[in-house]
Every structure is written in structure tokens, then in C-alpha cells.
């Protein structure tokens, strides 16, 4: 870490980490995404359906995330992977502010350097945005806003649930296949499924596509805070700000409440 004026200790391997994390999430879940549903794809004579592609979409999805979260990178920084998930940290009050930022500024950078290959997809990546979350046609913008918050609601009270009870979290990384393979068919033709402000910055940033881009913001963040408040009596069982928890997580923590006693 290095320290700057003020005494913070910058946590430099945690952010490379979320960055990297990020990059991976967005690089290799908007490419599934292209692949897809993209213009010339043939997945769309292979799986005729939508909603069947949509499940596996939001599957393949959620399992790039949770290899991720069980990574090295995973290990380092606790695969947030998402300023939502981070907001929902600091809200429980396992992160600092000044940490909570520079997570979520880490996200963002990650979600540009995950998007910018997107770009050897050419057509077929542009015919959907390169992936991009976007409002549905004929829904309203609160109808989108609500669909941003509720999905993300289920994410982190679905997170709460799993890292606040010890048997179920080393189960946490499998709850993203099958809730985004859930979500996604219920949720995307209304605003795309995005859950994660990150994950819709990085295409709207490459295609210029920003239709509607407050909402993936304001959404998440509405959802979160309703999640945690819903779910603060599990928040005070959760110990470390990670998706998934090591081993050597819990070597540390019970090594710190005997230096405490």
C-alpha cells in the first residue's frame, strides 16, 4: 500500500485486482452476450428461442462472475466487481468510504479496459450495442428504473442471505448462474438486466449508446439500499466484504478477535 498526505493507505493490489476482476467480468460475459444475440450470430438458427438464449445468456453470465469471485482475484479484493455490491459493503459497514471509492472508481476503470476489445466483434458487436443495457421500447422510464431496482435488490438481499449464513457461504458464487438465468428471460426486454453500474457504463462508453444512462445508476443504487435495510439484521453476521470467503479469510479473522481479547 502506499500512503499518501492524509495517512490513507492506498490498498493498490485490492484495486488492480477489482480492476482486473471487472475487465474479466465485462469481457468475457458482453462477449457471451454478443455471441448471443448479435446480427449474423448462429446461435440464433441453433436456439431459435429468446428466452432459451436469454436463460443461457444470464447462466454463462452469472458463471464468468463466480469463477471470478473464487479467483486469485477474488482471493485479493473480494470480486465485488460491481459499485453496487461495494455500496452494499460500505452500508453494512465492512468498508470505508475512502475504500468504498476508490472500489468503485477501480470498477470503472476495469470497465473500460473490458469493453474496448469488444470492439474486434465489429458488426455483429455494434448490432447490439456491444452488449449495452438499454431501456426497452414502450416502457417508461420509471417502469425501467423499478425493473434496474428490483432486479438488483434480489442480487444483494440473494448475497445477504448466502454470506450472512455460514453454511450457505461457501455456496455464494453459485447463486449467480441461476438468479441472472432467472433474472435475465423476466427482466431484459425492460431495461437490459444490468444490475451493475459498471457493467452498463462500459458498452454505453463504446457504442454511445447512453439511452437512458442515470437510471443504471439510480436503480442499483435504490436497490441496494433497500436491500441492506430489508436485510440489516444479516448484515451484522456478515465479516468480510468478499463474495466468497477463503479459508485464510477466517485464519485472519480469528486471528484478530484473539489479538483483540
Given at each position: 500500500?502506499?500512503?499518501?498526505?492524509?495517512?490513507?493507505?492506498?490498498?493498490?493490489?485490492?484495486?488492480?485486482?477489482?480492476?482486473?476482476?471487472?475487465?474479466?467480468?465485462?469481457?468475457?460475459?458482453?462477449?457471451?452476450?454478443?455471441?448471443?444475440?448479435?446480427?449474423?450470430?448462429?446461435?440464433?438458427?441453433?436456439?431459435?428461442?429468446?428466452?432459451?438464449?436469454?436463460?443461457i445468456t444470464g447462466f454463462l453470465f452469472g458463471c464468468v462472475g463466480a469463477s471470478i469471485a473464487v479467483s486469485a482475484v477474488g482471493k485479493e479484493s473480494g470480486a465485488h466487481i460491481?459499485?453496487?455490491?461495494?455500496?452494499?459493503?460500505?452500508?453494512?459497514?465492512?468498508?470505508?468510504?475512502?475504500?468504498?471509492?476508490?472500489?468503485?472508481l477501480a470498477q470503472l476503470a476495469g470497465a473500460i479496459a473490458g469493453t474496448v476489445p469488444l470492439l474486434v466483434w465489429g458488426s455483429m458487436g455494434r448490432s447490439v450495442a456491444f452488449?449495452?443495457?438499454?431501456?426497452?421500447?414502450?416502457?417508461?422510464?420509471?417502469?425501467?428504473?423499478?425493473?434496474?431496482?428490483?432486479?438488483?435488490?434480489?442480487?444483494?438481499?440473494?448475497?445477504?442471505?448466502?454470506?450472512?449464513?455460514?453454511?450457505?457461504?461457501p455456496f455464494t458464487p453459485l447463486l449467480m448462474p441461476f438468479l441472472y438465468a432467472a433474472m435475465v428471460p423476466l427482466e431484459a426486454a425492460v431495461s437490459g438486466t444490468s444490475t451493475?453500474?459498471?457493467?452498463?457504463?462500459?458498452?454505453?462508453?463504446?457504442?454511445?449508446?447512453?439511452?437512458?444512462?442515470?437510471?443504471?445508476?439510480?436503480?442499483?443504487?435504490?436497490?441496494?439500499?433497500?436491500?441492506?435495510?430489508?436485510?440489516?439484521?444479516?448484515?451484522?453476521?456478515?465479516?468480510?466484504?468478499?463474495?466468497?470467503?477463503?479459508?485464510?479469510?477466517?485464519?485472519?479473522?480469528?486471528?484478530?478477535?484473539?489479538?483483540?481479547?
Amino acid at each position: 500500500m502506499t500512503q499518501n498526505p492524509n495517512g490513507w493507505e492506498i490498498p493498490w493490489r485490492l484495486l488492480v485486482s477489482e480492476m482486473v476482476g471487472t475487465a474479466l467480468l465485462l469481457l468475457g460475459g458482453l462477449s457471451i452476450v454478443i455471441f448471443m444475440f448479435g446480427a449474423g450470430s448462429p446461435m440464433e438458427r441453433l436456439v431459435p428461442s429468446v428466452v432459451v438464449r436469454q436463460c443461457i445468456t444470464g447462466f454463462l453470465f452469472g458463471c464468468v462472475g463466480a469463477s471470478i469471485a473464487v479467483s486469485a482475484v477474488g482471493k485479493e479484493s473480494g470480486a465485488h466487481i460491481n459499485p453496487a455490491v461495494t455500496l452494499a459493503f460500505w452500508l453494512m459497514q465492512k468498508l470505508d468510504g475512502r475504500t468504498a471509492l476508490a472500489y468503485v472508481l477501480a470498477q470503472l476503470a476495469g470497465a473500460i479496459a473490458g469493453t474496448v476489445p469488444l470492439l474486434v466483434w465489429g458488426s455483429m458487436g455494434r448490432s447490439v450495442a456491444f452488449g449495452a443495457a438499454l431501456p426497452g421500447a414502450g416502457y417508461t422510464t420509471a417502469t425501467v428504473f423499478m425493473g434496474e431496482a428490483m432486479t438488483t435488490f434480489t442480487l444483494i438481499a440473494g448475497l445477504c442471505v448466502f454470506i450472512g449464513f455460514r453454511r450457505l457461504r461457501p455456496f455464494t458464487p453459485l447463486l449467480m448462474p441461476f438468479l441472472y438465468a432467472a433474472m435475465v428471460p423476466l427482466e431484459a426486454a425492460v431495461s437490459g438486466t444490468s444490475t451493475n453500474p459498471a457493467r452498463a457504463f462500459g458498452p454505453e462508453l463504446v457504442s454511445g449508446r447512453w439511452d437512458g444512462w442515470w437510471i443504471y445508476w439510480a436503480g442499483p443504487i435504490a436497490g441496494t439500499a433497500v436491500a441492506i435495510l430489508v436485510c440489516s439484521a444479516l448484515a451484522k453476521r456478515i465479516e468480510v466484504a468478499k463474495i466468497y470467503h477463503f479459508e485464510s479469510d477466517r485464519r485472519r479473522l480469528l486471528h484478530d478477535v484473539a489479538r483483540s481479547a
